[in-house]
């Protein structure tokens, strides 16, 4: 089944204390991208990944990291997460010449 | 840069009455529009999109949004709705060839029997 994954789906955390939230994908997308839920905001795209070794900022950086190692996997990393960066994660995919982006279950993330 | 508004944050409705969600957009050059929804606990999902071609999209579960260029709008409707349909709704926007999305702050719509 062609999916993108996520893990973990819930996480609470503390202050400082790094995490890593993993997204992975089976369908050879080369687009990989990260984005946030907040309520009233919608979501907004924190870092993109146009193929392998290949990652860019997108409108809310601050505080994140990313790798794009494999094409596969994406993960999200928070080196010393703080509090406004609870939220509801979404991961996406896209395949290069399509318009529809694939999204991932989600991961709620609170930081105490 | 585009942006993207939806006018109703919330949208309560009864069970087979028509509902309509309304997404603005502004950009200075064509775009692509997408419906997102969002049921309770899950991910998102695409819904319709507009590339180019008819104005009037639909999608298998009945819903339809229609693209008016002079207006920049592109709201959804669906003539009658279900209990199933309760979810949130997102008006998305990107550019061609670009696949940043950027969403509008959301609708939920509660469909009350």
């Known amino acids: 089944e062609a999916q993108v994954t996520q893990n973990p789906r819930y996480l609470i955390t503390v202050t400082g204390k790094k995490l890593t939230v993993t997204c992975s994908q089976n369908?050879?997308?080369?687009?990989m991208s990260w984005y946030r839920q907040d309520p009233g905001l919608g979501l907004r795209q924190i870092y993109y990944?146009?193929?392998?070794?290949?990652?860019d900022k997108g409108d809310v950086p601050e505080g994140y990291k990313v790798s794009r190692k494999e094409k596969r996997n994406f993960p999200l990393i928070l080196e010393s997460p703080s509090p406004n960066q609870t939220s509801l994660y979404f991961c996406?995919?896209?395949?290069?010449?399509?318009?529809?982006?694939?999204f991932g279950p989600g991961t709620r993330l609170t930081v105490l | 840069a585009q942006s993207v508004t939806q006018l109703d944050s919330q949208v309560p409705v009864f069970e087979e009455a028509p509902v309509e969600l309304r997404c603005n957009y502004s950009?200075?050059?064509?775009?692509?529009l997408f419906w997102y929804v969002q049921y309770p606990n899950q991910g998102l999902q695409l819904l319709l999109k507009?590339?180019?071609?008819?104005?009037l999209v639909e999608s298998i579960n009945g819903f339809e949004a229609e693209f008016n260029k002079s207006q920049t709008s592109f709201h959804l409707r669906k003539p009658s709705v279900h209990i199933s349909d309760t979810a949130e709704y997102f008006c998305?926007?990107?550019?061609?060839?670009?696949?940043?999305?950027?969403f509008g702050a959301g609708t939920t719509v509660t469909v009350r029997a």
């Open positions: 996406a995919s896209s395949a290069y010449g399509t318009d529809t982006q694939y």
């Open positions: 369908m050879n997308h080369e687009y």
């Open positions: 990944s146009m193929n392998v070794e290949v990652t």
């Open positions: 950009s200075s050059v064509s775009v692509y």
């Open positions: 507009y590339l180019s071609g008819s104005t």
């Open positions: 998305a926007v990107s550019y061609y060839n670009d696949y940043k999305l950027s």
